[in-house]
């Protein structure tokens, strides 16, 4: 589930990052082409990415075999789906995968500000008009769990592989999603790189950062499903 704020990205765009998680985890990779803003607001990124799961699970994909993986937004869906599922009583998947997530949409991370300085890519302005734009405008949803999956009740998750950068402004998404998950018993793990920016595994095959990333999610996600 590629990121880009639910406003840009695509498959083809995140297409070597996610052949790099493909042979690392040793599985096949199905990339979804979800709907995005300013056409197509919450929830239809969300359903596009439930459907998908969907649509393993009615392939006779057991949930047991399936891992979400997604960066920035894409790694608010790979947690924002397992919620969703549960609402609809379907399985929930195996494990979650989340690099430089974006957790909350309310923007109450401090990181946000003490990393202001340091992200290359997105100011707390720039994230605030994505939230607008996805929420079309309707603060009152930032707070929902499948928009902001910090918000849930994260009780009986899936395990979760968290990924977050030193100098990311989304640094304390990953970290405040991290600390609840642990008090509700989840199964997670945080991987924190200092001194990197938000999704610095886009970097994988130059940087030896993102390779180790890269390797270390690989090992994990093959400790969960067998693969």
Known sequence: MHGGGYSFGSPNGHRKLTAHLAKACNVNALSIDYRMVPEHPYPAPLDDCMSAYKYLLDQDYSPDSIVLAGDSCGGGLVSA??????????????????????????????????????????????????????????????????????????????????????????????????EKAQKAGVDVHLAKAEGQQHVFEFMAGKSPEANESIKNIGEWVKGKIGS
Not at 99 to 124: A, F
Request: charged share 25%; net charge negative; aromatic share 8%.
């Open 81 to 178: 789906v397992p919620l969703e599922a549960r609402k609809r009583g379907l399985p929930l998947p195996a494990a979650s995968v989340a690099m430089s997530p974006w957790y909350d949409l309310t923007l109450e991370s401090e990181s946000l500000e003490t990393n202001k300085e340091k992200d290359v890519l997105g100011t707390k302005a720039f994230v605030d008009m994505l939230a607008e734009r996805y929420t079309s405008g309707n603060k009152q949803l930032r707070k929902d769990p499948v928009i902001s999956p910090l918000y849930g009740d994260l009780k009986g998750l899936n395990p979760h592989w968290i990924s977050v950068a030193g100098h990311d402004t989304l640094l304390d998404d990953g970290v405040r999603f991290y």
